[in-house]
């Protein structure tokens, strides 16, 4: 099992992260312009979806202001049984979010694709929170030939 | 044993960004200004300097157009020993850079930093090849209270 690993800082109050991962407005203001649900309860179910197709989320675990898990139950083979895992810390002005995408079963080409696509949108994630804009989908960087 | 994964496509032929990774000018261009050494032939030493630190690598295998491999003989503890391995293939108009930074012993939170400040980077060096400017150390985008 290998992992995709990222850390940004935010410059604002921890909440204000911890609200972009768990409201539909925050969501579809950072990843996917096309995203339904909300992922503010336990159980809620999140449909993220992309020109190329998408993943269905479950919410399995959450702690305001600390840590955000969401479990991938519908999307590419390689996703589907993966965790997405969200810790989230206050150091001083910062934010910090220790991102975890884990469970891969193979280091394939696409894990490399999806790691580096991951931190394209934790970039437009921060954007988001620090200045009141991020670069969702269709807004995105393209980073290669699959997206 | 854990790595750091990314993959980009840059829409140019391969033997520019293997130029931009075996020259003293095209690393100085994405990577960091402070850069010594040239990287074009097997045993040289790289200097990479940023203001906090830096790397020093080894080159141990270099395939004109499709690998370059780097070894960290000196720098932070975590990185010394590990490798820096860059696959290019040409894909129709994309060169695709595999990208894998081998050999971590734990993913510390180091380890997640450094996997979204790559990302940072790779999409410097996408840009110097692209459109001829990149976004080296010092004029790289701040990404957490690290760096």
Request: some cysteine.
């Amino acid at each position: 099992m290998v992992d995709i690993l990222h850390r940004i800082g935010v410059k604002a109050p921890v909440a204000e992260v911890y609200s972009a991962l768990t409201t539909n407005k925050g969501l579809a203001d950072w990843w996917t312009k096309d995203t339904e649900g909300a992922g503010g309860e336990v159980g809620d179910e999140l449909r993220f979806r992309f020109a190329a197709g998408g993943f269905d989320m479950q919410v399995r675990e959450l702690d305001p202001g600390k840590r955000v898990l969401w479990e991938v139950v519908d999307g590419p083979e390689e996703w589907v049984g993966t965790h997405v895992d969200w810790v989230l810390d206050q150091k001083d002005d910062y934010a910090i979010v220790l991102f975890t995408h884990q469970g891969w079963r193979e280091p394939v080409e696409f894990m490399h694709h999806c790691s580096t696509k991951w931190g394209v949108y934790l970039m437009s994630l921060k954007s988001l929170v620090e200045t009141g804009t991020g670069a969702p989908h269709p807004h995105d960087l393209r980073i290669d030939d699959i997206d």
